[in-house]
Every structure is written in C-alpha cells, then in structure tokens.
C-alpha cells in the first residue's frame, strides 16, 4: 500500500509547480488577502469574469457594477505565479486571514499546500466555491459554497452542468468540521424569488443555522436579465428568512463609487 509520503511532493518540486492564482489583492487594515485562481468547472451566464477577472475592490475596479459589460472583450490571465512565487509575495504582508476567490480554487492541485502554508502562518482560511469539486478541508476554516440553482433544470441551464454534486458536497461540508455558509445571486424573473425560496429551503433541510448570503444580480455577460431592485432583495431576504435563520443581502446601489466608499483599501500585490 502506498504511504502518504509518498504522494507528497519534494520541496523542491511543489516550489516550481504551477498555482492556479493568477492575481493577489490585500487589504492593510486587516491584514486580509485575496487569491484569485483561473479555471473553473462550470460555465455560468452571469459569471462575473466575462466583465472583471480582477478584484472589484481594487480603486480602478470601482466601476465594475454598473460598468456596461459589453464595453470590453472578455480579459483572461497573462499566467498564473509558481507556488515558490506565491509564497515569496505573501511573505512580504502580514496575514490574519486569506480568501480564495476569483475562479474555481478548488481545481488547483496546490490548493492543500496553499493551505498548509497559510495555517503555518496562523491565517484564517476561506474558501469560496461552486460546491461540484470537494476541496481537502484539512487546513481550510470556512466554505462558503455559491449555490446558483436548485431546481435542475434551471441550474443546468445557467451552469452547463447538473447539480448533483454541489448539493452532496453541500452537505459533505457541513459533515466536515469547516464553518459552513451559502449564496447565491437573485436574477429577477429567472433566479427570482421562487427559486430563492427552494435554495433556502434546500440550506435549511441540511441545517437552519447555515449563513445564506443573497447576492443582487448586475450585468455580467450577454444575458437579458436585470438589476434587482432594492425592495426585490429585501423581498427576498424576507422569504429566505422563513426557513433560516440568519440571511443577508449585498446590493451596490450607488453608481460612483470611490475609495471613501469602502471599509478599507485594497491594492494589487500582483
Ligand atoms: S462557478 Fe463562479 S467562476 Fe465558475 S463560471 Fe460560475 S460564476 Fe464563474
């Protein structure tokens, strides 16, 4: 039988392997960084990276939400950093907590050691998810899993793909020991209310205390769907409030935004 040893990589080597973290954004005031890895198993009309594959909170980025989607070609990444040159970046910051955002983290062959590091460090570690691949939870605090979709067949029409998995990895998170949470986005008259009231359901037959966070829906992509208005999310959060116990919204409503708008600067570490 094969040891463990055996499947871990030589120093050396897992210096040289390619991440998946294309760009690194940080927040000095709390010690926050931001990992966005490139690649994904699903193929969401919404997704927020034909517009922006940058973090949204960077100064030249707040423009992103009402920002016409059409204006610029779809961006993808130059490359992505080695796992020696991720390491030798975040040695120069101060880490209390890092998340993993961007595409699909969980793909990354890396991720474990990315992990590994970061509790090494004593960061706090936050994985954002699709939910369709389980990520090694071993070095990982918090998931929080984007549930798109439950009825099948509107998730595999937004998605490309059947939901099967993320509704099993769902509950395999909450089994793991990491503090679980849900989103999703509210599309009105697609991922409108209905569906936003299965989703809660869905969370609350795992567990009503699971954190669900519903996201506004702003253009992204080529798609015929429009903003919610205010009162549609807090319509929303009402109904999801009828089978959880703690849900919230995010909604930009403000067109300009500048830095005197956000809770702390984030800049570009690479
Ligand atoms: S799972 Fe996220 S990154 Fe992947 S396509 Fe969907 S929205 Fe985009």
């Given at each position: 039988?094969?040891?463990?040893?055996?499947?871990?990589?030589?120093?050396?080597?897992?210096?040289?392997?390619?991440?998946?973290?294309?760009?690194?954004?940080?927040?000095?005031?709390?010690?926050?960084?931001?990992?966005?890895?490139?690649?994904?198993?699903?193929?969401?009309?919404?997704?927020?990276?034909?517009?922006?594959?940058?973090?949204?909170?960077?100064?030249?980025?707040?423009?992103?939400?009402?920002?016409?989607?059409?204006?610029?070609?779809?961006?993808?990444?130059?490359?992505?950093?080695?796992?020696?040159?991720?390491?030798?970046?975040?040695?120069?910051?101060?880490?209390?907590?890092?998340?993993?955002?961007?595409?699909?983290?969980?793909?990354?062959?890396?991720?474990?050691?990315?992990?590994?590091?970061?509790?090494?460090?004593?960061?706090?570690?936050?994985?954002?998810?699709?939910?369709?691949?389980?990520?090694?939870?071993?070095?990982?605090?918090?998931?929080?899993?984007?549930?798109?979709?439950?009825?099948?067949?509107?998730?595999?029409?937004?998605?490309?793909?059947?939901?099967?998995?993320?509704?099993?990895?769902?509950?395999?998170?909450?089994?793991?020991?990491?503090?679980?949470?849900?989103?999703?986005?509210?599309?009105?008259?697609?991922?409108?209310f209905?569906?936003t009231?299965?989703?809660?359901?869905?969370?609350?037959?795992?567990?009503?205390?699971?954190?669900?966070?519903?996201?506004?829906?702003?253009?992204?992509?080529?798609?015929?769907?429009?903003?919610p208005e205010?009162a549609e999310m807090k319509e929303a959060v009402g109904i999801?409030?009828?089978?959880?116990?703690?849900?919230?919204?995010?909604?930009?409503?403000?067109?300009?935004?500048?830095?005197?708008?956000?809770?702390?600067?984030?800049?570009?570490?690479?």
């Amino acid at each position: 039988m094969a040891t463990l040893t055996e499947f871990t990589p030589s120093l050396s080597a897992l210096k040289r392997s390619l991440t998946h973290v294309y760009h690194i954004a940080y927040a000095p005031a709390i010690k926050k960084a931001y990992l966005f890895h490139w690649g994904c198993n699903l193929k969401c009309k919404g997704c927020l990276c034909h517009k922006e594959i940058n973090c949204m909170a960077l100064e030249e980025n707040l423009d992103v939400v009402f920002r016409d989607p059409r204006l610029r070609p779809p961006q993808t990444p130059a490359g992505s950093l080695s796992f020696d040159e991720l390491i030798t970046i975040l040695e120069k910051v101060e880490l209390a907590e890092v998340a993993f955002e961007g595409q699909e983290a969980s793909l990354d062959p890396t991720l474990p050691e990315i992990c590994r590091y970061l509790k090494g460090r004593n960061a706090r570690v936050v994985l954002h998810t699709n939910g369709v691949a389980k990520a090694d939870t071993a070095n990982i605090d918090e998931v929080i899993v984007s549930l798109k979709a439950v009825t099948p067949r509107i998730y595999q029409e937004y998605t490309g793909l059947s939901n099967s998995f993320v509704l099993e990895n769902f509950k395999r998170y909450h089994d793991s020991s990491v503090l679980l949470k849900a989103e999703s986005v509210f599309i009105p008259g697609y991922i409108g209310f209905d569906e936003t009231e299965k989703i809660a359901r869905f969370i609350s037959s795992v567990d009503k205390s699971i954190p669900y966070r519903i996201d506004a829906y702003f253009e992204s992509g080529d798609n015929p769907w429009r903003a919610p208005e205010p009162a549609e999310m807090k319509e929303a959060v009402g109904i999801a409030k009828q089978h959880l116990a703690n849900v919230y919204s995010t909604q930009q409503t403000k067109r300009e935004l500048t830095k005197a708008d956000l809770l702390y600067e984030v800049i570009r570490l690479y």
